[in-house]
Each structure stands twice: as structure tokens, then as C-alpha cells.
């Protein structure tokens, strides 16, 4: 990613967000059904009277209806119902997914803490203030209106435990699916689908869209049903479901194969990988799987000691340098070495990346071995603060003291030449260190990038963008020009390995048809918006302050796009802060990182606490209510 972060003042704008995208367009689909665009979609059956809604209303005109029928709990669609539930409106909301409607203030008092070393990788697009529920439904049930049925199904998929209600009305049937579709065989983002996979024993972290089988089994059963029209929380009415609905599954499915034919996964999870295609793919899939590594080690240079997940380097005099420090059994394996007479002592800690498993225990290792600690440019302010950020792994625990070394810089140590090197492979900050030994091999300790099946791409909340020169096509070109002979060692895989020149151009041209075939499947303009939850992000993502005392906080936009854009933000300022010019707006170059700063005051008399500051975000045609949030602890 290119490092260019500029700062910009917040400036008034003469509209507010809200006035910008006010939503007054009302399409009649039918005699008795109309639809409000906007943000989301708003939904109004009118009988004798009366008023059914489903979604809400984004455009804040209707006074008063009978129920709003929720499919899930996102914060992003479920705002635009708060007002007429809070004017008597019975919010009927899935069973299964009740507390994140009624008890919210509980998950951020919890999730305050609960972000470092989250391996479940759930979106938290979770409400800032519960909502009072009439009536829960689940899978199966009926529910009647104005003498109206109302099946209710199960569409888990795009969130956990989404419902979608079909009603047949005027002579139609419609279904009402929230977010399992947008428009003609689109989805709005894959990032929202990571997930643990049971059957295949794989966790939250390492679940790349596990929840794609369940949103193709969603989108196969409302097919099923035959429907006229369907009307997602987003986006186009269907009027063709049928052709829509076996569209997207296709593109899923492509976008899954290509996925799973160079995953790194593959190489730690073996058979279970073949699991996970059938799950999505079907009894019989078939995956143009990546052969190994054209060269596999049995086992390092007698100069490379895998502990754990992390390599010491020794020297011929016995001294040593560590790479990544992730727990304390690390430090007391080293002692052991030093008792043994083995190596002296640590000359140096190199850190390939933030996540807690290389960090972790930093700090014990410096308090038994006094050295520098090295890092690159691109991961120094998470190492130095991970709670600034919301990423997956994070450790609490700061790096106070850094040796930062610029792209390229070379090192002599002993009888060793280091090159250090940017890699965001894994992670977007990620970092990795050439060794090269006098006259002997050369090993490039990559962190968790690579393994001998492929990359290590499964969580897709790490941000592995798809730019060219960015992500893992700036780590291929970085590989390809490595010396002739370099074996590349990834910490959690014993074998050393290399990619033939053949392999790299594979792996190169997959990812590439890859980002293809998400334009296809994703609304957006570009479709690394579809993969990066963190495209517009608030830092510090976690803020402490006291009451009276006022804090600086900015909002950081990635312009994905090819052009430059304009984001427009609004803040919404939990009660009893305040900050002056709660609106912005800033046009970022592309593929550039810019942030809008904001003074934020915490009233006198604010009690300590967990509060959540959330931003509405308008980007091109996107207008995206609540669509980033902070954390703010008063102590």
C-alpha cells in the first residue's frame, strides 16, 4: 500500500449527510406495496389502514406502522426502523439473533476487551443501543397480518441467523431476503461471510467465507419457493429471482474454487480442504488444486532452530537473533539453549507481524535478553499501538521501543547479511527478513505468508488487498526476484520450500482472474471494497479519555477506486459528547489513505463507561448509515 497518509481539518458542510441522501423515492410495486429507497430499502403493506413494514423507513416520513419485521441485526439496516419501533411499532426480529437487538450495551462493554486475541472474526456491525422486541419468529413459523400469512424462513448466509418472510399479496408472491442477494446475481461484500466451518474443524479465523454454503443453501430454498419478485435490503428489486439467484451461486462458487486451488490452508488442514469444496461446490468438485512446492526441505539449515512458532538464528560464535516472540515458552526455550551452552544470549528480535502469536511476549523476552527490536516501516504503529486498530489477533501489548528499518535496508550480522523487506502476505502489515549465510544458504523467513500449497489469505479481516504492487501480488514480485536458490520459511511449517518460476506465474495469474471474477460478484466500483472491511476505519479504533477532556480522533478512507473520490462522513455522537463539526468531507487519490480529524469532547458529567461512536459514510452512489464505529472508554 502506498504510504501517503495526509491529514485534512474536518470542514462544516452546508448539508448534513443525512440531508444529502434523504430518501424520497416511492416505487409502487403493487396495489397494496410500496418501496422506499434509500440507504436501505424500506417496505410498506398497507390494508384497511393499517401499516406493515419491513426494514423501515431510511426516508423518515412514515409517523406510524403496526410492526416492522426485521431479517437480521445488523446496526447498518436495522436504523432505519428505531424510529417508528420507538413511536409503537412491535419489532419483530429473528429468535435466534434476539440479544443483539436487546442486549447490546453488554456485547461493547465486553467487546471492549474481547478484540484482542479474536479468533471468531465476526463483523461488528452490532447496534449502539438495544431495541425493544415485541416478538422473536424462527424458521418455520407463520405469522398473520391484516389477515395476511407470512411464512417465515431461515436464510442464514451474509450474517448468521437471517430470516427472510414471504407474502403473497395483489396476486404476487414476494420474498423479503435482506441481504442473501443484491440485484442480478450480486453480493455486496464477502468479508461479512468469514466464519468457522465445524465440519471440516476449521475456526472463525481460518474461515475464508465459511459461511458461503449456508448462503447457497439460502439462496437455493428461496428459489425454491417460486417467488415474482424479491426485495433485498439493498439494492434493485428482483423480478427475475430464478435467473438472479443460479447467478450469484455461480459466481460464488467460481470465486470460491479459485480461492481454494491456492491456499495456503491447504498444506495445514489436508483432507479437510476437500471438505470445504464440497460443502460449496458440490459431491463432486473439482478443484485445479496447485501441486506443492517444486522444493520441499525435510528440515532447516543447522543455523535456523524452529521454536515453536518462531526461528532463532545462531551464529558460529553462539550468539543469537530471534524472529517473533509470541509466548512465553519461546523465551524459556531459549534460556534452555543458553543453559546448554548452546548460544550465548540474543542480539536482536526481528517481528514479521502484529498478530499475538509473533508478539505477544515481547516484553518477557527483552526482560531476560537486552536487544533491539527490529521492524519495517509498513507495521510499526500497530506494533507500537494495537489498540488503535480492529484486526484480527491483535495483542494488547505495545512494543514500546522499535529499530525501524527502511525497504531494502541490508544489515551484516556475524557472518550473515539481513535485507529487510515490507510483505504484506498474511496481513497488511506484515514484514519479512532475508538471511543470507557467507559462502550457504540464503532463507527468506516470511512469517505466516506462504506455505507450500499456496497463500495465506483465509481471514479475509486481514486485508489482503489486490492491487497490483499491493498485497500478495507485491509479495510475488518481491519472491520472484529473490536470489536463485532462496528457500522460503513460513514459522508454522517446518519444511523450508520454494515455488518454481512456473508456480509464482500461477499463483500471480489466479489471483489476478480472481479479482476478476469479484467484479462480477460485488456492486461496487472496485472490487477490493467487497474484500476490505477497513476501506474507512476510525483510529484509534479503541479511545480511553475521562470525563470534561477532549480527544483527538480521525477517520482514515482508502480510495480503492481508479479515480479520486469524495467521502462525506457524519458522525453519531453518543449522548453527552460532543464534537463541533460532526461533518466532513475529503477527496482521496487512488489507491491512497487520507483522514479527517475531529475533536472529540467528553461531557463533565459523562459516567465511566463503554460508549460507541459510529460514522455514516457517503461514498459515490454508496450511502452507508452507521457503517464504522469506535470504541470509547471513560475512566
Same mark, same amino acid.
Given at each position: 500500500m502506498r504510504n501517503l497518509i495526509s491529514t485534512f481539518t474536518a470542514v462544516l458542510l452546508v448539508l448534513s449527510l443525512a440531508g444529502q441522501s434523504r430518501a424520497d423515492d416511492v416505487v409502487q410495486l403493487s396495489d397494496h406495496v410500496s418501496l422506499t429507497t434509500g440507504p436501505v430499502n424500506g417496505v410498506v403493506i398497507e390494508k384497511d389502514n393499517a401499516r406493515l413494514v419491513i426494514y423501515g423507513d431510511p426516508a423518515g416520513n412514515i409517523k406510524n406502522a403496526d410492526m416492522v419485521l426485521f431479517t437480521h441485526s445488523r446496526r447498518d439496516v436495522v436504523w432505519a426502523g428505531r424510529q417508528l419501533v420507538e413511536r409503537g411499532a412491535t419489532a419483530v426480529v429473528p429468535e435466534a439473533d434476539v440479544e443483539k437487538f436487546t442486549d447490546v450495551e453488554r456485547f461493547w462493554e465486553q467487546f471492549a476487551t474481547r478484540?484482542?486475541?479474536?479468533?471468531?472474526?465476526?463483523?461488528?456491525?452490532?447496534?449502539?443501543?438495544?431495541?425493544?422486541?415485541?416478538?422473536?419468529? !424462527?424458521?418455520?413459523?407463520?405469522?398473520?397480518?391484516?389477515? @395476511?400469512?407470512?411464512?417465515?424462513?431461515?436464510?442464514?448466509?451474509? #450474517?448468521?441467523?437471517? =430470516?427472510?418472510? =414471504?407474502?403473497?399479496?395483489?396476486?404476487?408472491?414476494?420474498?423479503?431476503?435482506?441481504?442473501?442477494?443484491?440485484?442480478?446475481?450480486?453480493?455486496?461484500?464477502?468479508?461479512?461471510?468469514? +466464519?468457522a466451518v465445524a465440519e471440516a474443524k476449521i475456526g472463525g479465523y481460518h474461515g475464508w467465507a465459511g459461511r458461503m454454503a449456508e448462503l447457497i443453501g439460502s439462496l437455493q430454498k428461496v428459489a425454491d419457493q417460486k417467488c415474482d419478485i424479491l426485495v433485498p435490503v439493498r439494492g434493485p428489486v428482483i423480478r427475475n429471482p430464478a435467473e438472479a439467484i443460479n447467478l450469484l451461486i455461480e459466481r460464488l462458487r467460481k470465486v470460491y474454487e479459485n480461492y481454494l486451488s491456492i491456499s495456503a490452508g491447504r498444506w495445514y488442514f489436508k483432507d479437510n480442504y476437500d471438505i470445504l469444496a464440497r460443502r460449496v461446490l458440490g459431491p463432486e468438485p473439482k478443484v485445479n488444486w496447485m501441486p506443492w512446492a517444486?522444493?520441499?526441505?525435510? !528440515?532447516?539449515?543447522?543455523?535456523?532452530?524452529?521454536?515453536?512458532?518462531?526461528?532463532?538464528?545462531?551464529?558460529?560464535?553462539?550468539?543469537?537473533?530471534? *524472529?517473533?516472540?509470541?509466548?512465553?515458552?519461546?523465551?524459556?526455550?531459549?534460556?534452555?539453549?543458553?543453559?546448554?551452552?548452546?548460544?550465548?544470549?540474543?542480539?536482536?528480535?526481528?517481528?514479521?507481524?502484529?498478530?499475538?502469536?509473533?508478539?505477544?511476549?515481547?516484553?518477557?523476552?527483552?526482560?531476560?535478553?537486552?536487544?533491539?527490536?527490529?521492524?519495517?516501516?509498513?507495521?510499526?504503529? *500497530?506494533?507500537?499501538?494495537?489498540? !488503535?486498530?480492529? =484486526?484480527?489477533?491483535?495483542?494488547p501489548n505495545p512494543i514500546a521501543k522499535l529499530n525501524v528499518k527502511p525497504e531494502a535496508h541490508k544489515m551484516r550480522w556475524k557472518e550473515f547479511t539481513f535485507t529487510f523487506h515490507d510483505f504484506p502476505g498474511q496481513t497488511i502489515y506484515h514484514a519479512a527478513l532475508l538471511v543470507e549465510k557467507d559462502?550457504?544458504?540464503?532463507?527468506?523467513? @516470511?512469517?505466516?505468508?506462504?506455505?507450500?500449497?499456496?497463500?495465506?489469505?483465509?481471514?479475509?479481516?486481514?486485508?489482503?488487498?489486490?492491487h497490483e504492487q499491493m498485497g500478495y501480488l507485491y509479495c510475488l514480485d518481491l519472491v520472484r526476484r529473490m536470489p536463485p536458490g532462496t528457500?522460503?520459511?513460513?514459522?508454522?511449517?517446518?519444511?523450508?520450500?520454494?515455488?518454481?518460476?512456473?508456480?509464482? +506465474?500461477?499463483?500471480?495469474?489466479t489471483l489476478t482472474k480472481r479479482?476478476?471474477?469479484?467484479?462480477?460478484?460485488?456492486?461496487?466500483?472496485?472490487?477490493n471494497y467487497g474484500i476490505d472491511e477497513r476501506w474507512i476505519r476510525f483510529s484509534p479504533y479503541g479511545l480511553k479519555t475521562k470525563p470534561g477532556r477532549t480527544a483527538q480522533i480521525s477517520l482514515r478512507?482508502?480510495?480503492h477506486s481508479n479515480g479520486s473520490r469524495r467521502f462525506a462522513v457524519a458522525l453519531n455522537v453518543p449522548a453527552?459528547?460532543?464534537?463541533?463539526?460532526?461533518?466532513?468531507?475529503?477527496?482521496?487519490?487512488?489507491? #491512497?489513505?487520507?483522514?479527517?480529524e475531529f475533536n472529540l469532547r467528553a461531557g463533565a458529567s459523562v459516567e465511566p463507561g463503554t460508549y460507541v461512536l459510529t460514522a455514516d459514510v457517503r461514498l459515490g452512489e454508496w450511502n452507508l448509515a452507521r457503517w464504522t464505529e469506535a470504541i470509547i472508554e471513560i475512566e
Open positions: 478484540r484482542f486475541h479474536d479468533y471468531a472474526q465476526q463483523g461488528t456491525k452490532i447496534l449502539t443501543k438495544s431495541l425493544k422486541v415485541g416478538r422473536t419468529l !424462527k424458521a418455520g413459523e407463520k405469522l398473520s397480518w391484516q389477515g @395476511i400469512p407470512i411464512e417465515v424462513m431461515g436464510t442464514p448466509g451474509y #450474517t448468521r441467523r437471517a =430470516l427472510s418472510y =414471504l407474502i403473497e399479496i395483489d396476486g404476487l408472491k414476494y420474498a423479503f431476503v435482506g441481504d442473501i442477494i443484491y440485484g442480478n446475481g450480486k453480493l455486496f461484500d464477502l468479508y461479512s461471510l468469514q +466464519d517444486e522444493v520441499i526441505k525435510d !528440515k532447516p539449515p543447522e543455523w535456523t532452530i524452529p521454536i515453536g512458532n518462531s526461528r532463532l538464528i545462531i551464529s558460529k560464535d553462539r550468539c543469537g537473533f530471534l *524472529i517473533d516472540c509470541g509466548s512465553r515458552s519461546i523465551v524459556n526455550e531459549v534460556i534452555k539453549l543458553r543453559e546448554a551452552g548452546k548460544v550465548t544470549g540474543l542480539e536482536g528480535l526481528f517481528i514479521t507481524h502484529y498478530h499475538d502469536d509473533h508478539t505477544n511476549d515481547v516484553a518477557a523476552c527483552l526482560a531476560e535478553f537486552d536487544c533491539p527490536v527490529y521492524s519495517t516501516g509498513r507495521g510499526v504503529d *500497530i506494533l507500537k499501538n494495537p489498540g !488503535k486498530y480492529r =484486526l484480527p489477533c491483535l495483542t559462502n550457504a544458504e540464503k532463507i527468506f523467513f @516470511i512469517g505466516d505468508s506462504f506455505t507450500p500449497s499456496g497463500i495465506d489469505d483465509y481471514c479475509l479481516l486481514n486485508r489482503n488487498l489486490m528457500l522460503l520459511i513460513n514459522e508454522h511449517v517446518v519444511e523450508p520450500f520454494a515455488f518454481s518460476a512456473g508456480q509464482i +506465474d500461477h499463483i500471480t495469474a479479482k476478476a471474477l469479484l467484479a462480477e460478484l460485488f456492486p461496487w466500483d472496485e472490487p478512507a482508502f480510495n453527552g459528547f460532543l464534537v463541533e463539526h460532526p461533518t466532513a468531507a475529503i477527496t482521496v487519490p487512488p489507491l #491512497t489513505e487520507q483522514q479527517i
